[in-house]
């Protein structure tokens, strides 16, 4: 990430914004006390905005934007070190025969598998991401769940991926989520860390915009909808809740952070909605891979597809890329 635009990789809570973590109530107050969202005006204004057409001119633009915001993702059980190495170089070189496609932003992978991805893409630039904290359910004690990061840390993760405590967010339990976030940040000691709301499970828009300023608060670099095992996962209402937070705090504080969607973006269309809502809500300055991501590995299939119809002027089948 970029020294003008990443976020800051260990803030302390802005002064501003100290004493409302101070204790319990004074969390609670401030995360209840938050504008409510407005269900029916964000909906229609996600629905809205996903109408919106571009020109022929932008959407080469758009596609190559997309590609390079892209976690090329595999979080499987039966996931290997070759197959860690093939979404490697896919990463590298999303399609090898058009050399001027652009990267992707990073390969996300368990922990186990970090120090794999790290030595495939040594030099290559796109940073290695790992899911901790007992991803993806998070049901485990705190102290596994430091270690599960310090794992993914110590075999050289640029980026952790964590999941909140869900149940104890839903019981109104803030600050201990804020503490757990908090710890895990530190544990990160200079990678980045992206915080997973499981928005699917939050229930409300109005949970989510507490859990993201909850997120915030606590020092999270990104904020991202879900695990991509629950549904529904990533939508554009969510998203744009989270955006209208992410561009908020920087109103607030002066500090950039990041939000990432993931789970059912499959499409360029799908991601070309997505950039249009990150351009509207946040600002043109989030169009960056520094600061919005695509949870989403089939997604850049479709990409590569769509972005040689642009190229060659003419579609190209799936047999002309590799698809995962």
């Excluded at 991803?135 to 952790?160: H, I, M, N, W, Y």
Aim: hydrophobic share 40%.
């Amino acid at each position: 990430m970029t020294a003008t635009t990443s976020p800051a990789a260990a803030p302390e809570t802005p002064s501003p914004l100290t004493d409302v973590t101070r204790d319990e109530a004074s969390l609670r107050r401030f995360l209840h006390g938050l504008p409510g969202v407005d269900q029916v005006g964000v909906e229609q204004r996600a629905a809205g905005l996903a109408t919106r057409s571009i020109k022929k001119e932008a959407k080469r633009w758009a596609i190559d934007t997309a590609v390079s915001m892209v976690d090329l993702t595999t979080l499987e059980g039966a996931d290997t070190r070759g197959k860690v190495r093939g979404l490697a170089a896919k990463a590298m070189r999303p399609d090898p025969e058009r050399q001027d496609c652009p990267r992707v932003a990073a390969v996300c992978v368990y922990p186990d598998l970090v120090e794999t991805a790290v030595e495939a893409l040594a030099g290559s630039g796109v940073r290695v991401a790992s899911v901790a904290t007992g991803f993806p359910a998070g049901r485990t004690s705190r102290e596994v769940k430091l270690a599960d990061t310090r794992l993914a840390v110590e075999a050289g993760a640029d980026e952790v991926d964590m999941v909140i405590d869900r149940g104890a967010f839903l019981e109104g339990r803030y600050l201990e989520v804020f503490d757990e976030i908090r710890a895990v940040k530190a544990a990160c000691g200079s990678a980045h860390l992206k915080v997973i709301l499981e928005t699917g499970e939050l229930a409300t828009y109005d949970n989510v915009r507490r859990a993201s300023w909850l997120a915030l608060l606590a020092g999270g670099d990104f904020i991202k909808t879900s695990t991509g095992k629950v549904s529904p996962a990533a939508t554009l209402p969510v998203t744009h809740v989270m955006l209208q937070a992410v561009h908020d705090w920087h109103e607030r504080t002066g500090e950039l952070r990041g939000v990432k969607p993931a789970g059912g973006i499959r499409t360029t269309k799908d991601a070309i909605k997505y950039l249009v809502a990150v351009h509207e809500v946040a600002g043109e300055q989030w169009l960056t891979p520094d600061l919005f991501r695509f949870g989403a590995s089939s997604l850049l299939n479709d990409l590569l597809l769509q972005r040689r119809t642009q190229v060659d002027g003419h579609y190209s089948g799936p047999d002309y890329v590799t698809v995962d």
